[in-house]
Nanobody, 125 residues
């Protein structure tokens, strides 16, 4: 059974940084496309960043471009999201997700098969 566990969330002041991690087990991590999503209260789940199995291509949403970086370590079966220059509007629950199918360039939640339970990120002004 595929299992994804996020960590690294917390509370930070605006302008600060956080590093989220997602540990994956129960599958061949290096064969999966991975993504980060977030959902704020009352809002739809938003695609934040995505990365290919060998990390030869990644993309991030315009709302976080220049501030967030997605990466992965296939030897450790772990996905990362480095978040810098955080803003109050980045406050949300952050989820990692995996899919074995080739996803679209637009990061869509419905294209991902496996999900973590989420980690809360709160940015205060």
């Amino acid at each position: 059974q595929v299992h994804l566990v996020e960590s690294g969330g917390g509370s930070v002041q605006a302008g600060g940084s956080l590093l989220l991690a997602c540990a994956v087990s129960g599958t061949t991590f290096s064969s999966h496309y991975m993504g980060w999503f977030r959902q704020a209260p009352g809002q739809e789940r938003e695609g934040v960043a995505a990365i290919t199995p060998r990390a030869d291509y990644s993309n991030v949403a315009d709302s976080v471009k220049g501030r967030f970086t997605i990466s992965r370590d296939n030897a450790l079966n772990t996905l990362y999201l480095q978040m810098n220059s955080l803003k109050p509007e980045d406050t949300a629950i952050y989820y990692c997700a995996a899919t074995s199918r080739i996803p679209s360039r637009v990061i869509k939640a419905e294209e991902y098969q496996y999900w973590g339970q989420g980690t809360q990120v709160t940015v205060s002004s």
